[in-house]
Nanobody, 115 residues
Framework: VQLVESGGGLVQPGGSLRLSCAASGFTFSSFYMRWYRQAPGKERELVAVISSAGGSTNYADSVKGRFTISRDNAKNTVYLQMNSLKPDDTAVYYC?????????WGQGTQVTVSS
């Protein structure tokens, strides 16, 4: 089982990034997918979730209207489009696959928003 995040980096405030999480080794289309983030000295925070078929999404209040989660079950990949980025969005971003009682985690990708 693998979840491999990519797309992180350094971006200026107001900029955009798209994170990807490529899955392998399990039935991706059967799992809910989530993006979490963890900033230094803070607890891990749920950012966005998408249902297994992609028909339902939900977001943390802090990112609503700026971030969009999506998935391509044919490519076993989940995405997080992040627009209007703020310094407070700086964190390590993790993807998670979940179908109770099973969950898998990626290794994380760093996003830094700074001028």
């Amino acid at each position: 089982v693998q979840l491999v995040e990519s797309g992180g980096g350094l971006v200026q405030p107001g900029g955009s990034l798209r994170l990807s999480c490529a899955a392998s080794g399990f039935t991706f289309s059967s799992f809910y997918m989530r993006w979490y983030r963890q900033a230094p000295g803070k607890e891990r925070e749920l950012v966005a979730v998408i249902s297994s078929a992609g028909g339902s999404t939900n977001y943390a209040d802090s990112v609503k209207g700026r971030f969009t989660i999506s998935r391509d079950n044919a490519k076993n990949t989940v995405y997080l489009q992040m627009n209007s980025l703020k310094p407070d969005d700086t964190a390590v971003y993790y993807c998670q696959a979940q179908r109770w009682p099973t969950e898998y985690w990626g290794q994380g990708t760093q996003v830094t928003v700074s001028s």
